[in-house]
Structures are given as C-alpha cells and as structure tokens.
C-alpha cells in the first residue's frame, strides 16, 4: 500500500455516500461471478416495496413493453414515463448490483409515508397502466396493443332468442380460486380459465327484460373472447373476505399451470357452440389465437395481513430463469433436459416432478404449497403470472430500442462513479481509518483528528503521523514562545515512547465538557494499552486495530521523562472499581479506631460519593449521617471469571483488622459507563462473577460497609443500603414565589392582599419557577405543604394550594405520595394563594346567558349563587 492509494482513497472517500451504498458496494465487490453470466441488476428495497421491483422487473423482460416505452412515436416526456425509461436504461447498463427507485416513486407525487405502504402487485399493475396512458395518448394506445384483450357479454332470450352483446376490453385476466381442494375438480388454470364460459341461467328475480318478447324472460348469459393480447396477463384471486372470520383471509389452494398453453384450444368453449346451434347466429368465429409461453411468475409469501413478493423470470438476456428477490437475484437450477419441472416454493428452486401424471410432453410448473383458508404459518403462492405469445420476436431479446443517449451517458457517468468506489473499497480493506483524540495544550480541551493509514505500517508510525498533525494545528505546541529552543527540544521528545502513547478511546464514556471531569473520567475508567514500547514497532494489524471499523485513539502525552516509572499499561479484563467505606455517625469512632491507617479528614458526603466531585451544591441543610471515606482503587485481576469472594479478599488486605466475614459490599454502577444496572446491589455470593451475575465493570463504585461485631452476619440489614434507597428517591423540584411579580414587573415585595380564589387575576405572578426544593419521593401533598410553607415563610397551610403547572391540575388529595404522581427530578409545582378544594370537590365558575333567556327563574339565579360562592 502507497502513499498513492492513501492519497487516492481520501480525495475520493466522498464518493461512498451513505452507510448502505457503502454496503452495497462492498458486498458486490467482493462477491465472485462468473465471466459468462451476464450483469442483472436488482432493485432495491425501499422498506415495503418489493410489489412495486417484482412488477417493475416482470416488465422490464416483456421485450414489447420495453420497446414501446422508448418509441419514437412518444411525444414529450411526462413525470412517471421519464423517470420509467431513467429506470430501465439503468437496469440495461448499469455494473451496480442494485439501484433505487426512488425517483421512480417521487414522479407518482407519493409522500415518504405512502412510499413504505404495502400494496397489493394487481392492484399497482392497473394504477401504473392507468398512469402512464393517462399521461400520452400514444403510450396509452401501445399500450393496449400489447395488454389489452377483448371479450363479448351474450345474453339469449330462451323464447325468441333474441341476441344482446356487448363487447368490454381486459388489461388482465383474474381468475378465481377455489376455497378448498375437490379431488373431483381438476386445479389446473385451464379449467379456471373454462369457467369463464360456464353459461348462466338467469330466471325468477334476475330475468332478463327481452327487447324481441318486450318482457322479462328467461335468458343465458355466457362469455367468449374475441381477441388476446401478445402479453397475457393472468391474476389468481387468492384474497377475499371471509364473513365467518369477519377479515381478509388468503386462499392457498395449489394451482397448477402449465409452461407453454394453447390459447386456441383453453380459450375456446361449449358456448359458442350453444350460441350456434340456439340462434342459427354465425356467432363467434373462433380465432386462432395462438401458443402462449410462460416468461414471468410473481409469488406471494406470507398472509392477508401481509407479507413479501418476489419474481421468478426468464430474463431476455439469456433465456435463463431467475429469482428477483429485490436487490438479490439469484439463477433457478433447471434441467432443460427434462420434459417435466417442479418450482418448489419453499427451496425457490426447479427440479424434476417424477409423479406428474401428465403426458410427458407437457411440461408443467406447479405451486407447490398446502391448502389453508386462514393460518398464522407463511404461504408461498404464485399469484401472478405473465404469458407472451410465442411469434416473430415477442418473446425474443431485442436490445435494439433506440434508448436516448443522455440516459446512457447517465448510467456511463454512474458507472464510472461504481468503478471508482469498488478501487476505493478495495484500499479500504488495507487502511486503518482511525480517529486520535488528545487534549490542547492552549485552551484544555479535547480535540480530534482523522487518520488513514496502511495496516502494514506501525503503531509508531501512526503515533509519529499523530503528533506531527497535533503539533502543525497548534494543538501540542504552547502558544507562549513556540519558536525557542526549549519548545522545540519538547517537540523531539513528544516522540518518545516514555513521554506519548496511544490507547483506546471511548467519547461516550471518556470525554467531558469540562477538562476536570473528563480527567476524572478517564482515571476511573482506564483506557486500554497495546502493551509498551516494544509494542509500538508491531504492524498496527498486529495489535487487534481493525480495518472494517472506525477506531478511536487517544494520545496521551506527560510533561516529561523522569525517574517515574513509565505508562502503567492496563489490562481491559481487568475490573478497576473505586472503594470508599461507610463510616455511620454512631460506628465512626470505634471503626477509626481500629483501622488506624484509615482518616475521616478526606470523607465524602453522599452527594459527593455518588457524583464522584469533591465540590457538590449543598441542596439542604441536612446533617448528614453518614461519611464515605475513600479508600481508592482497587483492581481484580482481568478474567471474566473474576468472583465477589475475589474482591473480598483484596478488600480484606487492605482492611486488615476487620475480619472476610464482615466486610458488606455495595455496588454503585457508573452512570456513564454501566447501563445493565441502574440499581444498587449488594454482592453477597462470594463465588458469583462480577461481570456476569452482578454487572460489575471498571468504573463502578463499590461501598464497604462493616458489619458490628454483635450482629448476626446472615440477618444484618444494610444502613448503607437503607440510605442510598433514601437518597435515590431524593429529587430535586423548583417552585414559584406566588409573591414575587414576575410578569415583566420588577418587584419582590410581598402583596398586601391575598387573592380570592374565585380570582384568577394572580395567575401571571410567581410565574418563575426559581426556588429549589429537595423533597422525598414518599412526601405525601400534605407534607410537601408544609415543606413549602417553611421554604416561603407562610404561616397559614390553608391559604394557598399546589398544582403540576399554573394551568395544571390541582393536588387535592392529601395523602397522595409524589411518587404516585409521577414526580421526577427537576419537575416543577406551582404555588397559587387562595383555599384550594379538597378531595372529591371541584370549582365551577358559573356564567348566566341573559340574552338567551328572557326572565331566568328566581331559584336558578339563587342556586347559581350559591353554588358558586360554596365552591
């Protein structure tokens, strides 16, 4: 790998685009294909819109549709018809293995939401034939001269017989499924096709009115086709709604089909016959329609409540069968040499069917699936299938449309674009793409750099490139005399392996807003090392950094080389946990009595133990309980088998004078390192992993607390946990002064007069919510009153009341906790003069409509009254 390639790939990286375009790429790269299969190209999917590549791909393999889409007998070139023909040029020419419709589905005039909507493959069939022939009256001509088939409606009097018809046009024929398998009723879809013919006897209210007898008679009524179109489009009714389970259900009958039918043959019936012989009418001459191959079958999986569709194709390009499964398409192993082929849904594959019962000439394709009227289990069904006629060319492969050249110019570019993109996935796979952090020796902070590099050179290498960078950007250079002699002999010495290093660097766990903080993050939690100087001249592969992913770095740099040790390399199995020890107000004599190394003059209160500062915002007054005394780190060797019985043996040497057996430990997770665990735990089974059963990992505090000597060991209830429960239901709420003005008038005096309840003039004051408040989630309303009164100095409880917001509901129920409220941290409680109502009463403000009413009766105006100066 050169400096060349490194050069190439980040002048070029942009062209990768998203993170699934990348994908894309790169598993098309790296897939092998054979020289003689040609280049298919699937369809991606956009979330739920494999109806619309399994229809778009059955099109694309219809050679008459495809010519007519770029005729030159097209004028303009409307929304849905250019961004089709965009579509097809691309699935022709382009090298990508996928490409998007979603120019496609933007000329539609669809929103993002109705673009990841289910839809069913006819029903989409006929609203993109509607489209595009509503677009331009010659594609919607040519249209029909591939699609369109017509058919005649007769009616016959039975007296006089006496003909009606009327002659309707079809762009597919839908064909019903039986509900169930009849042993006595073939299911092959031609003698779904002859029911179409089947004559009906219309009789009692259903007579038909006869133009010949000026009556109602009876009559027949029957079906025959006049003509077929070159590309017959057939449509299995497998969806209907079933009243007995009152929903739509699907109809997974087995429906065999043939490869090759004769039009000529399935498509003429007893009907025309009886017209004949009933009428002495010529009737319908019976035309000569034709064989009809099968090209095309779309299959259906899953329910009526939905489910995935996929194309099995014979595709132009070589007459081979393929299955389109959007974005993957896959050759169909057929054994051309067998006169009889089996499509197994299940396997999606062609094989020989050696119990067909047909004549061994025919050959046959089948839907190979059990009966189900409705089932929870997935059901594969053909469910559209497409027939060309076989003639000059029609089904043939013709790549001689005349395709406009700024589309293949268009595919060309893109193409060009694809090569480029596989070269740089290709020396994707020898760089380290990297991110190094490391804090400015200006300004404190973190800062960051992106790195590529070959994976052959050495974590040296990487680190030297590293500190050149930092030092060029000003970030390893003091800004007070950078150009002496002293700065510059620091700039040499940056490089030395006693003096810098890299390690791994997570910004979740590690970085901070503030420099204190984020220094104290990466104390408690070690970054992983690679080993030492020895290290640093190993391949950068060598040392576990990876190419398919982004690493990220941190360069640790010291102020100089001394006589101290050098990096102290860290184990990442190693469990690193911060240890303080509980010192309860009535044990703290006696337990600093016996450990006399131990001093209370560094002891924490909770706030501090928890939020790992030495410099907390007091929120109350309290006297604190207790003290937690730090007693540092303590590291459990680096094993997932780790045990508690581990730590409390090296607990115990440290601890000397207090025996195993009354050491209690407390786990406290980390907030920003442990989120497995958000409770604290007491680790009591010493033979239990820290990392498996209890969650324990690096970062995570744990409180040691001593058991006294005259309690039982196996009965002792924690104080320790007693008081971090406490402290957890703690939250901190901000009330309004009700006092104070706030509504853009400057003022704290005390108000006077105390509002009526009746008035909501004070509405707009103490709307700043700016006195803090630390309540327990147990405070009961009539407690956190209370509480309030002392915090604003009101004597009387009664005369104001508490609401969630200044329009929020009131708390009236007194012995409601705060936690049966849904209280949280930093929630709000607004504080409004007057007598609030107790529970189960309410405040009507009651207005008389004067206008609408006459004279209102005396006893309404009293009760109103009254009911409002009672409320």
Known sequence: MTDDHVLFYTDNMHLLGSDMESYRVRACSSSSSSNDSPHICGLNNLGATCYLNSLLQCLFNVNSFRSSLFSPELNGDSPIMSQLRRLFAVLLYSKRSSVSTVALLESFGWSKIQRSEQHDVHEFFSILMDALGSESVQLNKLLSDIFAGFSYDW??????????????????????????????ISNEIQSFIQKQFAIETLDGDNCWHCSGCNEKVVASKFLTFKSLPPVLVVHLKRFRYDSSFSRRVKVNTPVTFPHIIDATKVFSSESTNHLTKSTNHDGIKTEEFGQYELTCLIVHTGTAMGGHYRAFIRSLVDNQWRDYNDSNVTMVDIDAD?????????????????????????QKVMDHTDCYSINSMVQENVYLLIYQRIDNGNISNNNNQEIPQHLIDEVNNDNNVYTIQRKLHEIRKTLIDCYVYTININTGMLTKIRIFMSNECSLFDLKSDAIKRFINSGDLISSEGSNNADNNANTL???????????????????????????????????????????????????GLRSDVNEELFLEVREEANDDPLFVEFNPNDVVVQVCLFLPRAMKSDLLNQLSTITSSAALTMEQFLKDTSSVEECDDRKEEAEFVPLGEVTVPGNENATVGDLRSLLSSTLNTISRERLLMIAVSASSVNSSRSQPIVLAADDSSLKRHYHVYSGDKVLVEVIPEDSDVTSYSSVAMQQLMEHRKRIKVFINNPFTINSNVESNEKLNETPSNDDDSHVSFGSSYSVMLMLSLDDTVKSVKSKIAQKLLIEDEDSFHIRRSATGLQLKDDSQTLQELSFA???????????????????????????????????????????????
């Open 825 to 871: 941290d930093d929630s709000i409680i607004h504080v409004q003069m007057g007598k609030g109502c107790k529970a189960g009463e309410v405040l009507l403000h009651v207005c008389l409509d004067t206008k609408s009413a006459t004279k209102p009766p005396q006893s309404s105006s009293t009760s109103s009254s009254s009911s409002s100066s009672s409320s």
């Open 493 to 543: 010495s940056i490089f030395n392996p006693a003096i810098s290093r890299l390690c791994r660097f997570n910004p979740q766990i590690h970085s901070s807003k503030s420099i204190e903080n984020m220094n104290a993050n990466i104390k408690r939690v070690r970054m992983q090392t690679f080993g030492g100087s020895d290290t640093e001249r190993k391949r950068i592969s060598d040392v």
């Open 155 to 184: 009616l016959v009097c039975s007296r006089c017989n006496h003909i009606a018809s009327k002659i309707t046009s079809f762009m597919n024929l839908s064909l019903d499924v039986p509900h169930k398998v009849d042993e006595n």
């Open 338 to 362: 067998s006169p009889h082929w089996l499509l197994k849904s299940k396997q999606a594959t062609v094989s020989k069917d050696p119990k067909d019962p047909q004549d061994e000439q025919q």
